[in-house]
């Protein structure tokens, strides 16, 4: 029951590595961006959330419906204004972009709040249990991180595929050049991709506040995870991005079982053996 717990528990975590990842997948797998701010865009969220959380009291799990449509807003001019210039065959100039983004943002947010480190406090959500069997526990605010996550992306794969803007958002990453052709405006189309990544980047910061302390500098650390959650997965299948978070919170669960030095190393050891030998992911996009 030991070891069940402990699987469990990585699964739970899980959760919020898929959280993570899926603003990063949506938006490779809609415009070939590699978003190397996605980490410190998650840990802005987190400092708007406290602010909003400060200012108004509010319980920072509610604050999402707050900080959601903001960075949502903030995602979509940071598409039209920035992103889309730079976008192309090579592609490296977004990149080099992303990589600005990234410095300006740990150094903005290291001038106004410093360096301290911060929680937002959810109240007794954070302490909740509930009992599967004897000896055999599940947290509630794990347990909700991992219903939001599925909730995300079964609401984003469901507008993919039955939606007129899924459709639209996929026949733009298709063949922008038909998609234009066929009278869609792709950087429209590009910037409500990227306000839809960061709204889902919103709800991962806030869980990541919630969860554990943040601080300006742990944005690189959080993009590893997702990369790692993405990559195992497949590129862009959103429920593979589940699934590689799951993976990625199961390896460290046990490694930090079987030694507390080898958590982070497990799940790094995994992403490795998954990009050795099977580097399209364990559940590779399948189209149509």
């Given at each position: ?13 899980g ?41 108004t ?25 920035v ?96 998609a ?7 950087k429209?189309?590009f ?36 990369f ?61």
């Amino acid at each position: 029951m030991e070891w069940g717990n402990v699987i469990l528990q990585g699964v739970l975590v899980g959760g919020l590595y898929a959280l993570f990842a899926t603003g990063l997948s949506l938006i490779f797998g809609v415009m070939r961006l590699v978003n190397i701010a996605h980490g410190d865009l998650i840990v802005l969220a987190a400092y708007v959330a406290l602010i909003c959380v400060t200012q108004t009291t509010l319980n920072p799990l509610l604050a999402i419906f707050i900080v959601a449509p903001l960075m949502a807003l903030a995602g979509y001019f940071l598409q039209r204004l920035v992103f889309n210039r730079t976008l192309g065959p090579d592609l490296l100039p977004p990149l080099l972009v992303s990589f600005g983004l990234s410095v300006i943002i740990q150094n903005g947010l290291l001038q106004v709040f410093s360096a301290d480190s911060r929680k937002l406090s959810a109240g007794a959500i954070e302490t909740a249990t509930v009992q599967v069997v004897d000896g055999l526990s599940i947290g509630v605010l794990p347990l909700l991180m991992f219903a939001t996550a599925v909730a995300i992306i079964g609401a984003l794969q469901f507008m993919f595929y039955s939606l007129p803007l899924g459709r639209a958002l996929r026949a733009t990453s298709d063949d922008p050049e038909v998609a234009r052709l066929m009278g869609y405006d792709n950087k429209h189309l590009f910037g409500v991709a990227m306000a839809i990544s960061l709204a889902v980047v919103a709800v991962a910061g806030i869980f990541l506040a919630v969860r554990a302390n943040f601080d300006p500098a742990i944005g690189p650390s959080r993009l590893i995870y997702g990369f790692e959650a993405v990559i195992i997965g497949g590129l862009g299948n959103l429920w593979g991005t589940l699934a590689g978070g799951v993976i990625l919170g199961v390896a460290q669960a046990i490694g930090a079982k079987i030694d507390p030095g080898w958590q982070l190393l497990a799940g790094h050891l995994v992403f490795l053996a998954v990009l050795a030998f099977r580097p399209e992911g364990l559940f590779p996009k399948v189209d149509g």
